[in-house]
C-alpha cells in the first residue's frame, strides 16, 4: 500500500510499531503533492519546510512514547483556518499578502497532538461556493476526473484527501462546503452540530452558520479528527459548554434497531438517476442491518436556499467589512480615503463575493430589512422546527448530498442559481444548526462518487458515525481509490 | 411668536472596567499606540467577541440606579459603516432590546418645582479607535491608534422632555454625579469619558407637533452644553422668523467661536444596516441576578441627601452640597461616625477643609487631614478645650505636620484657659491701661466693647475661652 494512501488510524499503527516514522510519511506525502498537483491543484501554500521539522519533531515524541492517534500524522488545512507565520489567503486576493499573527483553535488542538501541517488548501474565495472555481488561486480539479469540479467550497480539502495528497484534512462548511466535496470527491465529511467546533481563528463567511469539520477516507478517521476539535473554547461565545464524547468508541454496535427517517421532500423528480440508484442501494444495506426506514416530512426544504441566500449573505457583508485595505490585506493606490476603500474591494474581491455582499447589504438594508432578513430568520426558525418534529420519530435521516455527481468545470459558473442549487440538500442542515455526514455510496455510470448524507440530531454525532461505520464495513464504496 | 425649545440628550458614559468590552486588553490609556490591543480588538479576520461580565454589572447598576427596567434578554447589534477607526468595519452595539429601558430622573431647578425626565434606554456598546495626523511621527499621512477600540461605553438616551438649557445642564449633572457616584465611570469630560451629544428643535408655544431637530456633537462640558444648546436654539428660531425651515441634520459644535455648523444631512446620513451579532449570544438576565443587583446597589446622592436632611438635621444646601460626590460625602459621614455634631462637622467640610483643598489642588480622597482627625478637632472646641479660633490655627498645623490636634495643642501650648482669676487679671490691666475707653463705654458707647475683648484675646494670645471673656468684661465694665 502506497504511504499517501493510507488512512489516519492505518499510519498511526505504523508509526506506532516503528515500521514508519513520520518524517518518511511527511516525505511520501510532499512527494505526492509535487507529482499530482499539476493535475489537482489543491494546494494554495505548501509548507514542506515546516512539515519536514514538524514531522522531525512528532518522531520523537513518539519515541518517547508521548505519541496521540494525530501524532506525526502529515495533515492540510483548508486556507480559511488561521495558521501564525504561515500565509492564510481564504482564495482571495484580498488576502494574497496576509500571515495571521495567531492560529485558528481548531488547528492548534491538532497541532499540540503532534500533527504536521503539509500546507493550506485551495477553496472557494471566502467558502462562497459550491465548485472551487472562485478561488483567486486557480480552479482545482476532481481526482476522479479532472474535467470536472471537486465541489466546494471545501474543494481542495476533498481533493487532496481524494488525489493523496494529505492523510486528513480540515474543512467548513456553511451550506453543504465540507459534504457536497467530500461526496464528489468519495471521502467522509462530517458538519459538526453548530457550536461543537470552535470558530476562533477562522475566517467568517456567515457566522451562525459556519462549523469547521473533518474530511477524512473512512468513518473511523472522521470520528478522531473530530474528537481532536471538538470541544467548549472560552474565545467563542457560540461554541457549546457539552462535553466531547468518545466518538472512536462509539462507532461499534451496529443499527439494529435504528429508526432512519427519508423526508420526503429529498427524494425529488430532478434527482440524478444513479444519485437515486445509490440511495436506493444503501437504503437496502441499511435494512439488511437491521435498520427500520420510517417516511417523514421536512415541509420548509422548498424555502431552505431561499433563507439560505438571505442569512448568510446578510452576515457575509458585514463580515467581510473589515476588509478595507486599512490594516492588512490589499490595498490599492488612491488619493483619498473613499477611494482607497472602493478601489481596494473592487480589486480585493472576486465576482462571487462581491454579488454575495452587494444581496447581503439590500436584505439589511433600511427598508428591505423586515421584508428580507427579518422574514429568512422566522423562516429559519420554521426549518429548524420541522427537524425538531421530524426527530422526535427517527434516530437519524437519510438523503443524497447533492443531486448529481460532479459536474463539469464551467458548466455553472456563470449561472449562480444553477450553482446554489447544487446545494439544496446540504443547506437545511445548517440553517437548522444540526449535523450530517457525507460518506461513499457508490458511484455513477461515469465512474464518478456518489455521496450518501445522514443527518444527526444536534449533538447526535455518535449516531450518525456508529451508522456510518456499519454501512462502510458492509460496502466497499471507501476503499476504491481514484487513479492518477 | 413665541417658541419652545425641545431636546433630547445622548450621553456616552465610557465605564472603568480594567479590559474592555469584548476582549482582555487593558483599557489604560497613554500608552504607545496600538500597544493595548489583540486580534479581537484589531477586527482581524477570526477573531471573535466574547463578553466582559464587569460591563454587564455595571449597565445593571447604572439601569437601575435611573430607575429602568433590566431587559430579561437582551441582544448586541452590529451597526455597519466604514471608517479608518472602526477595525471590524462595524461597531457591536445594541439596537432592539437594549439592556436597559423606560426609566426617568427627576430634576430641580433653583425655585422650581421637581421635574421629571424620561430615559429611554441604555445600551452597551464599544469605542472605536481613534485616528492620528500629521505631526505625530506620521508625516503627512494619518494613523489610526486602536488602543481605545473596543472600550466599553454605555449610551443613555432621554426622552424630548427638556425644554431648555438650564433643564439640560441639570439632568447632565444628575446623570454625571450617579455614574461617578455608582464608581462606573471617571466623569472626565475633557477626556471624553461622559461624553454629549444634544438634539434640539424648536416649536411654537402651543404646539403640539414637534419641530424638525438637528443633533450637536462635540459637546464636551457643562459649560458648552448651554452654549450649544442656546445657540442652536436660537439659530432655529431666526431660521424659521426669516421664513426658512430647520432641516434634520447633524451639527458639530465649536467651542472657540461658541457656534454649531452643519456636518451632515439627512441625505447623508449612514444607512447602519443594524442587525444581531450571530458572534454573540442573546444576554439573558434574571430577576435574581436583578435582585442581587439592586441589594449591591450604593445609596444614591438623592437618597443621602434625604437621609442627611431628616436624619441629621443638616438644611437642603448643605445637604445638596455634602452629596456632590460620594468622596465627600463619605468623608461627613465618617467625621459624624466620630463626632456627633453634624452642623459641626458640615461647616467645617464646607469651610475649612473645601477651602484647603481648592487652595491646594488636592482632592477629597487625599485630604492629609482625615475625617475622624477633624472629628477630634471639632471634639475639643465642643468641650472647651480650644477655642474656634485656635482651632483654626491647629487645622493649618494638622494639614502642614499630619499630626493630632490634640498634640499640636499640648505642644504649643493652646489649651483654652477658662480660669476666671486669670481671665479677671488680664481684663483689669486691659482696662486699667485704656481708661479713655472705659469712660467711652460707660457713657453708653456700648460699640467699644469688641474692642476690649479684642484686646483680652490677644493678651491671652488667644487662648482665653471668649464666652467666659465676654462674661467677666460685662459684670466688670457695668460693675
Given at each position: 500500500?502506497n ?9 498511526h499503527g ?25 493535475q489537482?491543484?489543491s494546494?494554495?501554500?505548501?509548507t ?6 514538524a514531522a522531525?519533531?512528532?518522531d520523537?515524541?513518539?519515541?518517547r ?7 506525526g500524522?502529515?495533515l492540510?488545512?483548508?486556507d480559511?483556518f ?6 492564510t489567503?481564504c ?6 499578502n496576509?500571515?495571521?499573527?495567531y492560529s485558528a ?9 503532534g500533527a ?5 488548501l485551495?477553496?472557494d ?7 472551487n472555481?472562485s478561488?483567486?488561486y486557480g480552479i482545482?480539479?476532481?481526482p476522479?476526473?479532472?474535467?470536472r469540479?471537486p465541489?466546494?467550497s471545501s474543494?481542495g ?15 467548513t462548511?456553511t ?7 467530500a ?13 461543537r467546533v470552535s470558530?476562533?481563528?477562522v475566517i467568517?463567511?456567515?457566522s451562525s ?7 477524512t ?10 474528537e481532536?476539535?471538538?470541544g467548549y473554547?472560552p474565545k467563542d461565545?457560540?461554541?457549546v459548554?457539552?462535553?466531547v464524547?468518545?466518538y ?7 443499527v439494529k434497531?435504528l429508526?432512519i ?8 423528480d430532478?434527482?440524478?438517476p444513479d ?7 444503501a437504503?437496502d444495506?441499511?435494512?439488511r442491518?437491521?435498520?427500520e426506514?420510517v417516511d417523514?416530512?421536512?415541509?420548509h426544504?422548498d424555502y ?5 441566500y ?5 452576515e457575509?457583508?458585514?463580515?467581510l467589512?473589515?476588509?478595507?485595505g486599512?490594516r492588512?490585506g ?5 488619493d ?7 478601489k481596494?474591494?473592487?480589486?480585493g ?14 436584505a439589511?438594508s ?5 421584508a ?8 429559519r ?5 420541522d427537524?425538531?418534529s421530524a426527530?422526535t420519530g427517527?434516530?437519524?435521516?437519510l438523503?443524497?448530498v ?6 463539469k468545470i ?9 450553482m446554489?442549487?447544487?446545494d439544496i440538500?446540504t ?5 437548522a ?11 455513477s455510470?461515469e465512474?464518478?462518487?456518489i ?5 444527526g ?5 455518535e449516531?450518525?458515525l ?5 454501512f ?7 476503499t476504491?481509490?481514484?487513479?492518477l | 411668536m ?16 480594567d479590559?474592555?468590552i469584548?476582549?482582555?486588553c487593558s483599557?489604560t490609556?497613554g500608552s504607545?499606540?496600538n ?7 484589531l477586527g482581524?479576520p477570526?477573531a ?8 454587564v ?9 435611573t430607575?429602568?427596567?433590566i431587559?430579561p434578554?437582551s441582544?448586541f447589534?452590529r451597526?455597519n ?7 471590524k468595519g ?12 423606560n426609566?426617568w430622573l427627576?430634576?430641580t ?7 421629571r425626565?424620561?430615559?429611554t ?5 464599544e469605542?472605536a479607535?481613534?485616528?492620528v495626523?500629521g505631526d505625530?511621527?506620521m508625516?503627512?499621512g ?9 472600550t ?9 422632555d427638556?425644554?431648555s ?11 454625571h454625579?450617579?455614574?461617578t ?14 461624553r ?8 411654537p408655544?402651543?404646539s403640539?407637533t414637534?419641530?424638525?431637530?438637528a ?13 450649544a ?10 431660521l424659521?422668523?426669516?421664513?426658512g425651515t430647520?432641516v434634520q441634520?447633524?451639527r458639530?459644535f465649536?467651542?472657540?467661536?461658541g ?6 444631512s439627512?441625505e ?8 444581531p451579532?450571530?458572534?454573540?449570544v442573546p444576554?439573558v438576565?434574571s ?6 443587583s ?7 446622592p438623592?437618597?443621602?441627601?434625604q437621609?442627611?436632611m431628616?436624619d441629621?438635621?443638616?438644611l437642603?444646601?448643605?445637604a ?5 460626590s ?7 459621614e465618617?467625621?459624624?461616625a466620630?463626632?456627633?455634631?453634624a452642623?459641626?462637622?458640615?461647616n467645617?467640610?464646607?469651610g ?7 487652595d491646594s489642588?488636592?482632592s477629597?480622597?487625599?485630604?492629609p487631614v ?6 477630634e ?16 490655627t ?6 502642614k505636620s499630619?499630626?493630632?490636634?490634640l498634640?499640636i495643642v499640648?505642644e504649643q501650648?493652646l489649651?483654652?484657659v477658662s480660669?476666671?482669676?486669670a481671665?479677671?487679671g488680664i481684663i ?6 485704656n481708661?479713655g475707653q ?6 453708653g ?9 479684642g484686646?483680652v484675646?490677644?493678651a491671652?494670645?488667644g487662648?482665653?475661652?471668649?464666652a ?6 460685662v459684670s466688670?465694665l457695668k460693675g
Amino acid at each position: 500500500m502506497n504511504i499517501f494512501d493510507m488512512t489516519i488510524h492505518e499510519l498511526h499503527g505504523a508509526l506506532k510499531g516503528k515500521q514508519l516514522s513520520s518524517l518518511e510519511a511527511t516525505t511520501a506525502l510532499l512527494k505526492r503533492i509535487e507529482s499530482v498537483e499539476p493535475q489537482i491543484g489543491s494546494f494554495i501554500t505548501v509548507t514542506a519546510e515546516q512539515a519536514l521539522a514538524a514531522a522531525r519533531s512528532a518522531d520523537q515524541r513518539i519515541a518517547r512514547g508521548e505519541g496521540t492517534p494525530l501524532t506525526g500524522i502529515p495533515l492540510a488545512l483548508k486556507d480559511i483556518f488561521l495558521t501564525e507565520g504561515v500565509r492564510t489567503t481564504c482564495g482571495s486576493r484580498i488576502l494574497s499578502n496576509f500571515i495571521p499573527p495567531y492560529s485558528a483553535a481548531s488547528w492548534e488542538k491538532l497541532r499540540d497532538q503532534g500533527a504536521v501541517l503539509l500546507g493550506k488548501l485551495n477553496q472557494d474565495e471566502f467558502a462562497m461556493g459550491s465548485s472551487n472555481e472562485s478561488s483567486a488561486y486557480g480552479i482545482t480539479r476532481n481526482p476522479w476526473d479532472t474535467s470536472r469540479i471537486p465541489g466546494g467550497s471545501s474543494g481542495g480539502s476533498a481533493a487532496a484527501v481524494a488525489a493523496g495528497q494529505a492523510i486528513a484534512t480540515l474543512g467548513t462548511d456553511t451550506g453543504g462546503s465540507i459534504r457536497q466535496p467530500a461526496s464528489h470527491c468519495g471521502c467522509v465529511g462530517l458538519k459538526p452540530t453548530y457550536g461543537r467546533v470552535s470558530r476562533y481563528g477562522v475566517i467568517a463567511y456567515a457566522s451562525s452558520l459556519d462549523q469547521v469539520g473533518p474530511l477524512t477516507r473512512d468513518v473511523a478517521d472522521c470520528a478522531l479528527m473530530l474528537e481532536a476539535v471538538a470541544g467548549y473554547d472560552p474565545k467563542d461565545s457560540t461554541s457549546v459548554d457539552t462535553p466531547v464524547p468518545d466518538y472512536s468508541a462509539a462507532l461499534t454496535g451496529g443499527v439494529k434497531g435504528l429508526r432512519i427517517g427519508l423526508p420526503k421532500e429529498y427524494f425529488i423528480d430532478g434527482l440524478d438517476p444513479d444519485v437515486q440508484k445509490a440511495m436506493t442501494a444503501a437504503i437496502d444495506t441499511f435494512r439488511r442491518l437491521g435498520a427500520e426506514f420510517v417516511d417523514i416530512s421536512l415541509p420548509h426544504t422548498d424555502y431552505a436556499v431561499a433563507t439560505y441566500y438571505l442569512i448568510a449573505t446578510a452576515e457575509a457583508s458585514s463580515n467581510l467589512a473589515r476588509y478595507d485595505g486599512v490594516r492588512f490585506g490589499h490595498r490599492a493606490q488612491a488619493d483619498n480615503l473613499l477611494d482607497m476603500y472602493t478601489k481596494s474591494r473592487s480589486e480585493g474581491f472576486g465576482t462571487e463575493v462581491k454579488r454575495r455582499i452587494m444581496l447581503g447589504t439590500y436584505a439589511l438594508s433600511s427598508g428591505y430589512y423586515d421584508a428580507y432578513y427579518v422574514k429568512a430568520q422566522k423562516v429559519r426558525t420554521l426549518i429548524m422546527n420541522d427537524f425538531i418534529s421530524a426527530f422526535t420519530g427517527v434516530d437519524v435521516m437519510l438523503t443524497p448530498v447533492a443531486p448529481t455527481p460532479a459536474f463539469k468545470i464551467g458548466e455553472k459558473i456563470n449561472d449562480p442559481l444553477q450553482m446554489y442549487l447544487s446545494d439544496i440538500f446540504t443547506i437545511p442542515v445548517n440553517l437548522a444548526g444540526t449535523c450530517a455526514m457525507s460518506l461513499p455510496a457508490g458511484f455513477s455510470a461515469e465512474g464518478l462518487p456518489i455521496g450518501l448524507q445522514l443527518i444527526g440530531k444536534p449533538f447526535g454525532e455518535e449516531t450518525i458515525l456508529r451508522a456510518g461505520y456499519a454501512f462502510e464495513q458492509a460496502t466497499e464504496w471507501h476503499t476504491r481509490k481514484a487513479t492518477l | 411668536m413665541k417658541y419652545q425649545p425641545v431636546i433630547g440628550l445622548e450621553v456616552h458614559v465610557q465605564l472603568l472596567t480594567d479590559t474592555k468590552i469584548f476582549c482582555g486588553c487593558s483599557t489604560t490609556f497613554g500608552s504607545e499606540p496600538n500597544s493595548q490591543t489583540c486580534p479581537v480588538c484589531l477586527g482581524l479576520p477570526g477573531a471573535l467577541p466574547v463578553l466582559n461580565g464587569t460591563v454587564v454589572e455595571y449597565a445593571i447598576k447604572a439601569g437601575l440606579s435611573t430607575n429602568c427596567t433590566i431587559t430579561p434578554r437582551s441582544i448586541f447589534a452590529r451597526k455597519n459603516y466604514f471608517y479608518p477607526d472602526l477595525p471590524k468595519g462595524y461597531q457591536i452595539s445594541q439596537f432592539e432590546d437594549p439592556i436597559c429601558q423606560n426609566g426617568w430622573l427627576d430634576i430641580t431647578l433653583a425655585g422650581q418645582e421637581p421635574k421629571r425626565i424620561g430615559i429611554t434606554r441604555i445600551h452597551m456598546e464599544e469605542d472605536a479607535g481613534k485616528l492620528v495626523h500629521g505631526d505625530s511621527g506620521m508625516g503627512d499621512g494619518s494613523g489610526v491608534d486602536l488602543n481605545r477600540a473596543c472600550t466599553p461605553l454605555l449610551e443613555v438616551v432621554s426622552e424630548p422632555d427638556l425644554r431648555s438649557s438650564d433643564e439640560a445642564v441639570a439632568y447632565l449633572k444628575q446623570l454625571h454625579q450617579i455614574v461617578t457616584w455608582l464608581g462606573i465611570c471617571d466623569g472626565n469630560m475633557e477626556e471624553g469619558s461622559f461624553r454629549c451629544d444634544a438634539n434640539v428643535s424648536v416649536m411654537p408655544v402651543g404646539s403640539k407637533t414637534l419641530g424638525t431637530r438637528a443633533e450637536i456633537k462635540n459637546v464636551n462640558s457643562f459649560k458648552f452644553v448651554k452654549q450649544a444648546i442656546e445657540y442652536e436654539i436660537l439659530r432655529q428660531i431666526d431660521l424659521i422668523e426669516d421664513g426658512g425651515t430647520v432641516v434634520q441634520e447633524t451639527r458639530l459644535f465649536d467651542p472657540n467661536s461658541g457656534k454649531t455648523r452643519s456636518m451632515r444631512s439627512k441625505e447623508e446620513a449612514h444607512d447602519y444596516r443594524y442587525f444581531p451579532d450571530p458572534d454573540l449570544v442573546p444576554l439573558v438576565i434574571s430577576d435574581q441576578w436583578v435582585e442581587r443587583s439592586r441589594s449591591e446597589l450604593p445609596e444614591l446622592p438623592g437618597q443621602r441627601q434625604q437621609r442627611f436632611m431628616t436624619d441629621l438635621g443638616l438644611l437642603p444646601y448643605d445637604a445638596e452640597v455634602l452629596t456632590a460626590s460620594r468622596a465627600l460625602s463619605d468623608y461627613f459621614e465618617a467625621g459624624v461616625a466620630v463626632h456627633d455634631n453634624a452642623k459641626a462637622v458640615a461647616n467645617w467640610v464646607m469651610g475649612e477643609i473645601t477651602r484647603a483643598l481648592n487652595d491646594s489642588g488636592t482632592s477629597i480622597d487625599a485630604c492629609p487631614v482625615p475625617p475622624e482627625r477633624l472629628a477630634e478637632l471639632l471634639k475639643l472646641i465642643d468641650n472647651g478645650t480650644i477655642s474656634g479660633k485656635i482651632a483654626k490655627t491647629v487645622f493649618d498645623e494638622m494639614w502642614k505636620s499630619g499630626k493630632a490636634p490634640l498634640t499640636i495643642v499640648e505642644e504649643q501650648g493652646l489649651v483654652q484657659v477658662s480660669d476666671s482669676g486669670a481671665i479677671e487679671g488680664i481684663i483689669d490691666e486691659i482696662l486699667a491701661a485704656n481708661a479713655g475707653q472705659v469712660e467711652e463705654y460707660r457713657s453708653g458707647k456700648e460699640k467699644v466693647f469688641g474692642f476690649f475683648v479684642g484686646q483680652v484675646m490677644k493678651a491671652s494670645k488667644g487662648k482665653a475661652n471668649p464666652a467666659l471673656v465676654n462674661e467677666l468684661l460685662v459684670s466688670r465694665l457695668k460693675g
